[in-house]
């Protein structure tokens, strides 16, 4: 009996011991799998991202020649660039104001453009939410030194209609092409962007209609405590709260929310290589710095003679001020907003598109224009925010119907008409306005 026993106890053990390694190989199972779950979500959450962090651009080594062959020679519109020498050069001789601006606006156009390209380029080194800072900054560089300008010449209204057109045009042009094209090439889907960030953008630029408001109900009501300064004195006030609200913005998006500013994971393998290789930049960061630096020099050159031949070419052209400042000088401004707009439209990126079109109308407008209020408080300018009724109206409506096609947080090519229509009729509206304070142009 004993002998028969000690098989079965043997036989019994092995069981239990197969028991247990089966056990502990299938906890170590669970173990693997949740650690790759959890690699899974943090991949797709960007922390372990191998499409943006891991990849890093490949930066080119060319030479001078090479360099400039790419930022100049390989694009079409850089044809429009002698118009800017030949602008000085008709100002020197002729000494015709209208001749002057046109040719100046033409030149100034591929700067525009070019200055987007670099900052592009300068951004595949940085990261996708600098890049987006810096392109937004420097495609409004060209509003800001045209702005700097005429408020040193005192021109105070130049100033606000221009910035003031340019938010106007980001908002409603520049998004409604985005919208437009994006949506013909997609025609047969509804395009998606991220619903809570289109909010937290909507809501900034309401603040900033905010600011501008207040100073217009001011003067209007005549319920001003002392005439003529508290105005000024609520404008210099609304411009330093609202430089404070659009750094903490910055800190916002840069750290306590990188990841949502980040650009959205494609759908397939594929999309995601094509992605990469898009970014590989054609230029070195230093040559993206130095160009920057050249194209931001030119700019600023011209546009002291583009100020100059404003009022010139109001008179020759028997067009008024108002529209010349508002719809002109922005759609220049604008070239490289608009470019990279429909750019990232066309290739289902609407959240970079809405990062550049909304980006740009949130940074002129918390951004720009209570910071040429302090230049000008600087200056000695009685620059304010007082951008008088029909002004604050247009930009007050135009808000409240960007803010309405967004809530949805999908975009179409029917959307994207309505608002470029709205431009056409925002456009108008300042072709047959006349502004009532030509003193302060």
Known sequence: MSCCKVPVLIEAQVEMVSANELENKSLFRQEEDATQTKEASLMEQGSLSTSFPQHTPKAPKNSVLNSIKIVIFCNKLNLLLPFGPLAILVHYMI????????????????????????????????????????????????????????????????????????????????????????????????????????????????????????????????????????????????SCIMLIAYAAYLFFQLKSQSNSYSPLDEESNQNEETSAEDEDPEISKWEAIIWLSILTAWVSLLSGYLVDAIEGASVSWNIPIAFISTILLPIVGNAAEHAGAIMF?????????????????????????????????????????????????????????????????????????????????VAASFFVHEDPHQDGI
């Not at 009685?382 to 409506?397: G, H, K, S, V, Y």
């Open 345 to 425: 439209a066309m290739k289902d990126k609407l959240d970079l598109s809405l990062g550049v079109a909304i980006g740009s109308s949130i940074q002129i407008s918390m951004f720009a224009v209570p910071f040429c209020v302090v230049i000008g408080w600087m200056m000695g300018q009685q620059m304010d925010l007082n951008f008088q009724l029909f002004e604050t109206a247009m930009l007050f409506i135009t808000v409240i119907v960007v803010a309405f096609f967004l809530q949805e947080g999908s975009s179409n090519y029917f959307k994207g008409l309505m608002l470029i229509l709205c431009y056409l009729i």
């Open 95 to 238: 000494d015709s104001k209208g001749w002057v601006f046109l040719l100046t606006l033409v030149g100034i156009t591929p700067l525009a453009e070019r200055l987007g390209y670099a900052t592009e380029q300068l951004a595949c080194y940085t990261g996708p939410t600098v890049g987006g800072l810096l392109n937004a900054t420097f495609g409004n560089v060209t509003e800001l030194i045209i702005s700097i300008f005429a408020l040193k010449n005192g021109m105070i209204r130049v100033v606000q209609l221009t910035l003031l057109g340019s938010i106007l045009s980001n908002m409603l042009l520049v998004l409604g092409c985005a919208f437009f094209c994006g949506g013909l090439v997609f025609y047969q889907k509804d395009q998606v962007f991220d619903k809570g960030i289109a909010t937290v953008n909507s809501g900034l630029l309401l603040m900033a209609v905010m600011g501008i408001l207040f100073p217009a109900v001011l003067h209007y009501t005549h319920s001003e405590v002392h005439a003529g300064s508290s105005e000024l004195a609520l404008s210099r006030f609304s």
